[in-house]
């Protein structure tokens, strides 16, 4: 109940935010002005939709890495299913949590093997995130001879960001890092948040084994590499393609934006809803900021305004309208009614 009426209250302030946006920027005189390009935009969404099977392939490759039983569709109603309580409860990891939650139990799988496949797809996430901004930089300053469309700082800061959070993931995978943090924490923190994730196991024993079933995911990745390549590359597409998802947008309503400011465009929006913990969807913020770096580049602010719109609708609330009745389907309040962070 009291999770319910917080959940409520920030949905409250995140509408508060968006309309005082509205009232701000006027979106509405731009598309007043500017003509609207339906089929482009249709376009738009089409490859956003593709883009995110692409995220869920990549994830789904790792499963199938670790030989847990589950199928292609059934990997799409998790992943889907995950997404939707993210969208509800925007906490960290919310999606992540909730995907290895619904596979831990499934065949050949463990909690290591859940663990594992959610957190190795992020730190690839987050690699691929690196990597695409580096090498735009490198297109656009060294091959291109341009400038780039933000700020040098802004640039710097999100490679650390990804590269830094790419590293955490990794190394809390770790076993001896994992071993080391366990024996010398607390033994209320051992049995109140480290024993609680793993399932219960209120001993080290249970901690033992979970260590003992990473160290065979680890050796699984190790023999079977290249479907690591194969998990990076798909979740590279979907960056790429959210990219184009953007720079397609652009066009719907007459705007030419060059390929690579979209990369950026995506890069700063992404690492804005990453840090959205609270407002569901970040109605209201991730809104300013798209509005905001499209403003950077040089748009006026009604138009940008407008293109933020377009963009959260074709990348955001499109996908939850995928989301609902798969999630439904697939059992939301049966599959999740003891998970926390949906109720």
């Known amino acids: 109940m009291v999770r319910s009426r917080k959940s409520l209250i920030l949905l409250l302030v995140g509408v508060a935010l968006f309309v005082a946006y509205l009232a701000l920027s006027n979106p509405f005189a731009a598309f007043a002005e500017t003509h609207f390009d339906a089929p482009t935009y249709l376009l738009a969404i089409a490859i956003d939709y593709v883009g995110l099977l692409a995220f869920t392939a990549s994830w789904y490759t790792i499963v199938a890495l670790l030989d847990v039983g589950i199928g292609p569709m059934e990997a799409i109603q998790v992943m889907f299913t995950s997404m939707f309580v993210g969208w509800l409860a925007p906490i960290p990891l919310n999606t992540e ?18 663990v594992a496949s959610v957190l190795v797809h992020r730190a690839f996430y987050n690699l691929a995130f690196g990597a695409i901004i580096g090498f735009t930089t490198f297109f656009v300053v060294f091959l291109n001879h341009g400038a780039i469309p933000i700020q040098k700082e802004v640039v710097t800061f999100l490679l650390m960001f990804a590269l830094f959070s790419a590293a955490v993931f990794s190394l809390v995978l770790n076993p001896k890092i994992l071993k080391a943090f366990y024996y010398r924490s607390p033994v209320w923190v051992r049995r109140n948040i480290i024993n609680r994730l793993l399932g219960g196991e209120a001993s080290s024993e249970g901690f033992d084994g979970f260590v003992t079933d990473l160290e065979s995911v680890h050796t699984s990745m190790r023999a079977r590499w290249g479907m690591c390549i194969i998990s990076f590359g ?4 979907h960056w790429v393609l959210g990219a184009v998802t953007t720079y397609v947008v652009a066009l719907s309503m007459g705007v030419h934006l060059e390929l690579w400011v979209a990369v950026f465009i995506y890069a700063i929006v992404e690492f804005i809803q990453q840090l959205n913990w609270f407002i569901p969807s970040g109605l209201g913020i991730v809104d300013a900021g798209l509005t905001g770096a499209f403003v950077i580049t040089g748009i006026p602010l009604s138009l940008a305004a407008a293109l933020s719109l ?5 990348t955001n609330w499109v996908e939850i309208i995928l989301y609902t009745p798969i999630t439904i389907t697939y059992g939301y309040k049966e599959l999740l009614k003891d998970y926390p962070g949906a109720k």
């Open 97 to 114: 949590i909730v995907r290895a939650y619904l596979i831990r139990g499934k065949k050949n799988s463990n909690m290591a093997k859940a």
């Open 234 to 237: 798909l979740v590279a597409l």
């Open 310 to 314: 377009l963009t959260r609708f074709a």
